[in-house]
């Protein structure tokens, strides 16, 4: 049989990458940033209304990711052992409730521009994008010659 170059190592759970956790603390890191940075150029560059939706569309981001990872785990170490954990739709449809409400009532007092508030709560993606951008850069680095 042919083995390649890897086939010693032990497979399993160090062949993933590295802990989610540090790669959820990344992507959270990284949409503050990505938040700031725009906030800040809006802030020269653009009127206030749409530094303020993209203020508020990001804060609103970075508010739904907290919550949604809180909720889950929540629901998933409550669980009792060998049974599915049972989720309560409530918390999922309140926290789109809160944003929906938060996104509406300030583009009714006009202090948000609706469009920068949008882009906003979209920063997340480039968080993602980043990830996977520096998850690339590591494959292809850390390739082994076969």
Do not use: H
Not at 105 to 131: F, H, P, Q, R, Y
């Amino acid at each position: 049989m042919s083995e390649g170059a890897d086939s010693a190592r032990p497979r399993g759970a160090s062949d993933a990458g590295e802990d989610p956790r540090a790669v959820e603390r990344r992507v959270f890191r990284d949409t503050c940033a990505a938040v700031l940075i725009a906030v800040a150029a809006s802030a020269i560059l653009a009127p206030w209304r749409v530094t303020t939706g993209l203020l508020l569309g990001g804060l609103l981001s970075l508010f739904n990711m907290y919550w949604l990872r809180t909720s889950v785990s929540a629901v998933f170490d409550a669980a009792p052992e060998g049974r599915p954990p049972r989720m309560k739709a409530a918390r999922y449809v309140l926290r789109y409730v809160f944003v929906v409400a938060a996104v509406v009532i300030a583009n009714a007092l006009g202090v948000v521009s609706l469009v920068a508030t949008l882009a906003g709560m979209c920063m997340v993606v480039a968080a993602l994008l980043a990830e996977g951008l520096r998850q690339l850069y590591f494959a292809i680095v850390r390739r082994e010659e076969t």
